[in-house]
């Protein structure tokens, strides 16, 4: 049996590239050393391929349990790890003022720690919050105050998904020359570290630029492309995303069949995973192709049933 130091060294490597099949192959072989602090990095292990396959009810069960035993050890560095944990599911569920607190709290702890990568990480994942709730300005300069640490300390993974974030940005602030620079620096670091993952998502938003400039068939091979990559990492999250863009490319390009079947299709998969945010976007898409068909009523409907849902989320 391998030490638990080798076994944690997998570990990260897997955290860094978010591979869950790693997650869970390597958790189960930690699952055999019986110290409190293997069992808490397994459960955290466990927990966060969970996450990335759309199970957070049952991410979030796992990380508490995770923490409480972090915390009986007195492990800093692990209830501050976990933390961000919690935090990050709350933020991929729409719970933004919960999340912010998570990650707060864990940035002060890795603050306290000297851990200048984890303060990093934690404040890309504080910018990834202002930038669902369209603070841009405070989105970008979290993410460079991450990247530049990252960059600083050498750890090219998480430059990759910074750079990643900050493309997003200008993304929806319409910059797109820039947001394709970042996604095509971003996707040759992840390309480099074979971070299959990583590779998926850059995919999918250089497709997105691609869409939102008008060019239908590239946006349309990239889309294809990753979503081919998600339903291989079994991403179920990654898959309702792209399935979600190709059925804007058929809204945009007047195929309303298939936009719907599309549109349903991603919605069933949000609804499944209890992602409220995903759950209000698809119904106003759906709402959106039903009213270009002359079916007012029912258009109305998907409006308001995705007006309530954003306004639970303070949207």
Given at each position: ?315
């Amino acid at each position: 049996m391998r030490t638990y130091e080798e076994i944690e060294a997998d570990l990260r490597r897997a955290f860094d590239t978010n591979n869950a099949d790693a997650l869970m192959r390597t958790a189960a072989e930690l699952a055999h050393i019986p110290t409190k602090q293997a069992e808490g990095l397994t459960l955290r292990a466990h927990g966060w391929a969970l996450y990335l396959r759309g199970e957070y009810t049952e991410a979030l069960d796992h990380f508490h349990r995770a923490l409480v035993l972090c915390e009986e050890h007195g492990d800093r560095e692990g209830v501050a790890r976990v933390i961000v944990n919690i935090g990050s599911v709350h933020l991929v569920v729409g719970d933004y003022p919960a999340a912010l607190e998570q990650y707060h709290h864990a940035r002060t702890i890795h603050e306290e720690l000297g851990d200048r990568n984890s303060v990093a990480i934690v404040t890309g994942n504080i910018g990834s919050m202002y930038s669902r709730t369209g603070e841009y300005r405070a989105a970008l300069e979290h993410f460079h105050a991450a990247l530049a640490i990252h960059e600083e300390l050498g750890y090219r993974s998480h430059a990759a998904n910074v750079t990643l974030n900050i493309g997003n940005v200008h993304v929806v602030t319409g910059n797109f020359t820039a947001a394709l620079e970042n996604f095509h620096r971003a996707l040759a670091i992840h390309d480099a570290l074979s971070n299959r993952h990583g590779v998926a998502v850059l995919t999918s938003n250089i497709g997105l630029v691609h869409a939102n400039t008008g060019d239908y068939p590239t946006a349309l091979e990239h889309y294809h492309r990753a979503l081919a990559m998600y339903e291989e990492l079994g991403d179920r999250r990654g898959v309702a995303q792209v399935t979600g863009h190709i059925g804007s490319v058929r809204a945009h390009t007047g195929d309303t069949s298939s936009a719907l079947e599309s549109y349903r299709l991603a919605l069933s998969i949000h609804e499944e995973l209890g992602d409220r945010r995903g759950i209000a976007q698809f119904i106003g898409n759906i709402g959106s192709v039903l009213a270009t068909t002359g079916d007012h009523l029912a258009a109305l409907e998907h409006f308001s049933r995705s007006e309530r849902l954003y306004q639970t989320l303070g949207n």
